[in-house]
């Protein structure tokens, strides 16, 4: 059974945001307002001010990163996660279909976005002055992220904005010049937040190919093993505690494209057979979904801060309860 604990779902006291973040290695970050919710499900105190804070305060920065999808990656991990999961190759074929092509596509979009500050899509568009339009805009930053030179910034307005990564961080991202380094890192920090795990489930998750994400499995030495004291470095335990037994999480609210579940090649320990049209109904879609025992076992939507959920049977009333609770008041601005 895939572990709670590796993955927070016991919800551990204390935690940041930033430490969430950095503990999990990345968090899925395509539709923000899910992976906002991945932080409540994970910690007992932290508010969604909180996790914008750490955003607007640079602590996690949403990026391209692993399989090319946006993640909110820790500020510190971005140099060496960056040098393992750049995907420009597959983004220029992307501009390419969108009819944006050039040998300047690079220093079109840097001098677009330098010093200017977060912009939205539709102000991009304008400063590109026709070279691209709509989703070409976007693959463009893309492109612009996958060497370093791009990130995203909060919402302005409710539209995502882009800014040049010196802008923003200070300085463009420069990847770890040792590939074998950042991979070795890439694996010991997976295995971590994914037991168990193989290689197959690390190229699933990375977007490595199976041999390097083989490769990346032996540099990482051998898998955790018991030890109480974290890593003064890191802040992540020097090895893997005992388990925890998933029954002891009775209920936990995960939203969609939780890392619990994407994380691995394979979602059918997670997912029973039985409801895996409901989790997964199609066109890429992945529902909210009620863990019982870290199995799934309903799905749930929200409106503003009030979570609906459909089980697939029986749950345990008080601890759902709680949970459906937890998510308001994770939603709910405070007071003063």
């Not at 779902?9 to 970050?29: F, I, Y």
């Not at 914008?52 to 991990?77: C, K, M, N, Q, Y």
């Not at 200017?116 to 070279?131: D, F, I, M, N």
């Not at 898998?223 to 020097?238: E, Q, R």
């Amino acid at each position: 059974m895939r572990s709670v604990e590796a993955q927070l779902l016991h919800r551990p006291p204390g935690l940041g945001a930033g430490e969430v973040v950095r503990r999990l290695l990345a968090v899925q970050a395509q539709d923000v307002p899910s992976a906002c919710l991945a932080f409540r499900a994970r910690s007992p105190s932290l508010l969604l001010a909180d996790v914008e804070s750490a955003w607007r305060d640079r602590e996690i920065v949403r990026v391209w990163g692993p399989r090319g999808t946006l993640h909110f990656v820790h500020a510190d991990d971005l140099p060496w996660l960056h040098a393992v999961t750049r995907r420009d190759a597959a983004t220029l074929r992307r501009l390419a279909q969108e009819g944006v092509s050039g040998d300047d596509l690079l220093p079109l979009i840097e001098g677009a976005l330098s010093g200017q500050g977060p912009l939205t899509k539709a102000e991009l568009e304008e400063r590109l002055a026709g070279r691209a339009r709509g989703q070409g805009v976007v693959h463009l930053v893309a492109l612009a992220a996958f060497h370093g030179l791009a990130v995203l910034a909060p919402p302005r307005g409710g539209k995502p904005t882009y800014v040049h990564a010196a802008d923003w961080l200070g300085a463009p991202i420069t990847p770890e010049p040792d590939r074998e380094r950042a991979l070795a890192e890439l694996a010991r920090r997976y295995r971590r937040a994914h037991r168990p795990s193989e290689p197959e489930d690390l190229a699933a998750w990375s977007g490595l190919s199976l041999g390097e994400a083989r490769t990346a499995w032996r540099l990482s030495g051998p898998g955790p093993s018991p030890s109480p004291g974290p890593n003064p470095d890191t802040g992540l335990g020097t090895g893997t505690p005992d388990p925890l037994p998933a029954e002891d999480v009775p209920v936990r609210l995960v939203p969609a494209f939780d890392e619990f579940l994407l994380g691995w090649k394979s979602r059918d320990p997670v997912v029973p057979a039985a409801h895996a049209r409901q989790v997964f109904p199609g066109g890429g879609i992945l529902r909210p979904v009620v863990l019982a025992g870290g199995v799934a076992a309903g799905v749930w939507e929200r409106r503003g801060a009030e979570a609906t959920v459909k089980p697939f049977g029986p749950l345990p009333a008080e601890a759902l309860a709680e949970e459906v609770a937890d998510v308001r008041r994770f939603l709910t601005p405070t007071k003063g």
